[in-house]
């Protein structure tokens, strides 16, 4: 893994992240995409547009039309070029000759890359708002982008179209594990020589009205009043998740081909896993989730003791955090040791299939750091979790190995393993 581009509630660098991660820092905040005066949650991990901007380029006139999961997806990927070498700085890019509007590829991209990128929702505001549009206004009024903007190909599309990526381009609509989907499925096409390079991660932005009335339908979004008390992962009092909007994206390269061009390698993927199974429609099952996690660890050869690090799916959810504590007991039950766990979704909200990727992008700093971050929010811990390490506080650890869950509606389960390059 050679390049990391985020953009998430605590800002639009990999560095802001880890800064506000460590620090406890909570990007949960009132939420101003509409009215929430009729729901009962009101508040969201919301990113700020403002940061979110792209110099001259192909595309430029639809870029600014598309859902904002489009825009969050092509900025992470700008960013993860830059961060690999593939791209100069935004500030030193040149800019194309002619109308910013130029078909011609931006610079800088070799050959032989390809685009895996996981969605859930997609376009769901823009569905949202054009239906609206259309009752209010008449079907004339429907916008042309409409189609193009909502579809949840159309991030992926994006990406390759900008930078003249022409080899495949995969979009892996696997709920909230989609994104951690789409990064097994870019490092199997590496290791089988498919291909040299890929971006590969996720991106989600639903924060509209139709998504709050359908999960405080379902009772999964968290009722509390005070931002900075929810949702609390783990916590004896955790009463549901927060909507949240972000995008992460990564280069993942051949290793010769990282070490031919001397790139900075900032971990390997080495482990992936996704399997199948609930007891419901909407929950997380213990034992396929503990398979799901057995099952990395045996594709990254490692044994269950060899995890100095679990980031979990926890979203302070009641069931589901409970769940997934119960497949880590199950999965390292007879280690020698344990992993430390946390959850960055005190800090983040739930970003759906942006989850997994986020996840990874913390891992990859606490692999460069040494350190595990805190599970923010976390006052009380649930009694029936007291065998468990859970990280309350920032903490400076031997880290070599990392792993990832994100497990999603219909009982899609996956896990990676990020370990030191």
């Not at 909570?26 to 009101?42: E, K, W, Y």
């Not at 009024?141 to 381009?169: V, W």
């Not at 926890?314 to 504590?325: R, T, V």
């Not at 990280?391 to 389960?413: D, K, Q, T, Y």
Request: hydrophobic fraction near 45%.
């Amino acid at each position: 893994m050679t390049g990391m581009g985020v953009v998430c509630p605590l800002g639009s660098t990999v560095k802001d992240l880890w800064r506000g991660l460590l620090a406890g820092r909570s990007g949960i905040v009132p939420l101003t995409r509409f009215d929430p005066g009729r729901f009962r949650s009101r508040f969201a991990g919301q990113i700020d547009d403002t940061v979110v901007t792209f110099p001259p380029g192909p595309f430029q006139f639809e870029i600014k039309r598309m859902s904002a999961f489009v825009r969050y997806a092509l900025f992470a990927a700008d960013r993860a070029l830059e961060d690999s070498g593939f791209l100069p700085a935004t500030e030193n890019r040149p800019s194309l000759p002619g109308h910013s509007n130029a078909r011609a590829a931006a610079p800088g991209c070799p050959p032989g890359g390809a685009v895996f990128l996981g969605v859930a929702m997609g376009g769901l505001p823009s569905i949202e708002a054009g239906v609206l549009r259309q009752e209010q206004r008449g079907v004339r009024k429907t916008s042309p982008f409409l189609i193009p903007s909502l579809i949840p190909n159309m991030a992926a599309s994006a990406i390759a179209l900008r930078h003249g990526i022409e080899g495949e381009q995969m979009t892996v609509a696997g709920a909230c594990a989609g994104g951690c989907q789409a990064l097994g499925q870019a490092m199997r096409a590496i290791q089988s020589g498919a291909h040299s390079w890929v971006l590969a991660g996720g991106a989600e932005a639903v924060t509209t009205p139709i998504t709050y009335s359908g999960f405080e339908a379902m009772n999964a979004l968290s009722r509390r009043d005070d931002p900075a008390a929810t949702p609390r992962p783990f916590d004896c009092e955790r009463d549901g998740m927060v909507v949240g909007e972000a995008a992460a994206v990564f280069v993942l390269e051949d290793r010769a081909h990282a070490e031919a061009r001397g790139a900075v390698i900032h971990g390997e993927l080495t482990g992936f896993a996704g399997n199948s199974g609930c007891d419901d429609l909407t929950g997380v099952s213990p034992r396929h989730a503990a398979r799901c996690m057995a099952g990395a660890l045996a594709d990254a050869s490692l044994e269950p003791d060899a995890i100095d690090c679990l980031f979990a799916q926890a979203s302070g959810m009641i069931q589901g955090d409970a769940a997934e504590l119960e497949a880590v007991r199950s999965m390292t039950a007879g280690a020698r040791r344990k992993p430390i766990v946390t959850s960055i979704k005190g800090h983040t909200g739930y970003t759906f299939a942006a989850n997994g990727p986020m996840n990874l992008a913390g891992a990859l700093m606490a692999l460069r750091c040494q350190t595990v971050p805190p599970t923010a929010k976390l006052e009380r811990t649930d009694p029936s979790f007291a065998d468990i390490d859970i990280a309350c506080e920032s903490r400076p650890a031997e880290v070599r190995h990392c792993l990832i869950n994100a497990f999603g509606f219909g009982g899609i389960n996956a896990s990676l393993i990020v370990s030191r390059a």
